[in-house]
């Protein structure tokens, strides 16, 4: 099962609209999990037009966002129990602030945003993954998004590139 795993997308803040290359996964996904700061629901919309989409709210979402969808979220997938967040919040690292969301979970993998930057880890057996963004790589190299796949085991992977049109 493929999952498409995207996050800080700031649309139409820092992009007028999602990255081609993004979109040519979206075209197959099995899921799609944005992980926050959509900015508003005219993208959440244009993604839920590509298949079944699932998310939370970021810190710059407007109150449409606020209204239909939640903080947090843990998702039953293949029987692999996923944690959403944006990670945004006071002290703390976004991605400790992430953990102690789901600490009385039990999730096999939380995903999260915030940060702008990728992450892709094990810590205590949850895999920890950030897509980084696909529209705001402030100061990654490149931009990015995730896909998260799942069979016998869970594994993720970053998808880098240059341009964000």
């Known amino acids: 099962m493929k999952l498409v ?8 803040k820092r992009a007028k609209g999602l990255p081609s290359k993004l979109i040519a996964d979206l075209k197959d996904a099995e899921l799609i999990i944005h992980a926050g ?15 079944e989409l699932k998310g939370v709210i970021g810190n710059v979402d407007n109150e449409e966002l606020q209204r239909i ?3 947090s979220l843990v998702l039953e997938v293949n029987n692999f129990r996923i944690g959403v967040v944006h990670g945004h919040g006071k002290g703390l690292t976004t991605e400790k602030r992430a953990l102690a969301t789901f600490k ?8 999260f945003g915030h940060s702008h930057i990728p992450v892709n880890k094990m810590h205590e057996g949850i895999l920890l993954f950030n897509p980084g ?5 402030r100061r990654q190299a ?7 796949t799942l069979n016998e085991e869970i594994s993720a992977q970053h ?4 341009e964000k049109h």
């Open 69 to 71: 969808l939640p903080e």
């Open 159 to 162: 998808v880098f590139y240059d």
């Open 104 to 111: 009385e979970q039990n999730v096999d993998c939380i995903i």
């Open 142 to 148: 490149q931009y990015s998004y995730g896909v998260l």
């Open 37 to 51: 700061d959509w900015q508003t629901v005219d993208i959440y919309h244009e993604l839920a037009t590509y298949g």
């Open 5 to 12: 795993v995207i996050s800080d997308t700031h649309i139409p």
């Open 133 to 137: 963004s696909a529209t705001d790589k």
